[in-house]
């Protein structure tokens, strides 16, 4: 595999993210890292340049079909990208819905995304810590976070960058408003709805993860369930049902939970639009003095 996002089931179905954004996030300002005298924005530089590779193995729940010949080996992966990358996939193996996770099958790959990722951005006399975060929109209750490192403690003196690496499942903007002017909180939520689990579910992999052999069947099998009672769409019949009829079934369901949740948190359809966040995974480095 050349890529930490060409795979097809592992980690998470959230694929082919693309690479990081150039530019870096400094006190609300972006400016190029290469320009900064901020530790922090040059932390970030390094995420977004340097590359590396990870190689993991799949957690898979109960044991392998009889007839699979060799188990331990179908469940290797090797993922490669720049560490940006590989930190906002790492994020996205924690979705979770309302507090609990989606799957855990990527465990072993976020381990080893944290650790070389510690390792990178060591440097003697400060320290670094990272968080990877993923909402659709804020405060929603899908969401994904991962953290490298201690957080600062409250007396540090904290430099801070973001760097952003675009994911799968964006919105334009001005859909969404248009949507918010016309059908209101149901239409927004639908319209989000609908990019995350296209985002989350890509219907042509998925299907081919459904198809497919051991691991990846089972994998994707359990993450369809799971999907679907944590978003309270009932039992999916997921043998029997294609991944398009499968994705339609969660985005009616996560449509009514979005939009529910968007009527209590924002004063109108126009705000929810505008606090939508798909597109993105955000990365921020803090850096500190001991």
């Known amino acids: 595999m050349s890529r930490a996002t060409s795979t097809v089931v592992d980690v998470t179905a959230f694929l082919l993210l693309v690479g990081a954004a150039v530019a870096v996030v400094v006190n609300g300002a972006a400016v190029e890292p290469t320009t900064t005298e901020n530790p922090a924005a040059e932390r970030t530089e390094l995420l977004t340049t340097s590359t590396a590779s990870v190689e993991y193995a799949l957690a898979v729940p109960g044991d392998p079909p009889p007839w699979t010949t060799n188990a331990t080996a179908a469940r290797q992966r090797t993922a490669h990208g720049t560490l940006a990358e590989l930190l906002a996939e790492a994020t996205m193996s924690r979705v979770s819905f309302e507090g609990h996770r989606l799957s855990r099958a990527g465990t072993g790959f ?102 497919g052999d051991y691991p990846d069947g089972r994998l994707m099998t359990r993450r369809y369930r799971r999907m679907g009672a944590l978003t309270r769409a009932g039992e999916l019949s997921v043998e029997s049902t294609s991944a398009g009829e499968l994705n339609e079934d969660l985005t009616g369901a996560l449509t009514e939970r979005f939009a529910s949740d968007m009527q209590r948190r924002f004063d109108s359809p126009e705000a929810a639009a505008d606090a939508v966040r798909t597109g993105n995974v955000s990365i921020t480095v803090r850096t500190w003095e001991p």
């Open 110 to 211: 976020e381990r080893h995304v944290a650790t070389t990722t510690r390792n990178r951005l060591h440097e003697r006399g400060r320290r670094t810590a990272v968080r990877a975060h993923w909402e659709p929109y804020r405060g929603a209750p899908l969401e994904a976070t991962m953290r490298v490192g201690e957080r600062p403690p409250p007396s540090a003196d904290v430099d801070a960058a973001t760097t952003t690496v675009p994911s799968p499942a964006p919105v334009r903007n001005g859909t969404l408003q248009r949507v918010a002017r016309t059908s209101g909180y149901r239409g927004v939520g639908a319209v989000v709805a609908g990019a995350v689990v296209d985002g989350l579910f890509p219907p042509q992999r998925a299907q081919l993860a459904l198809d």
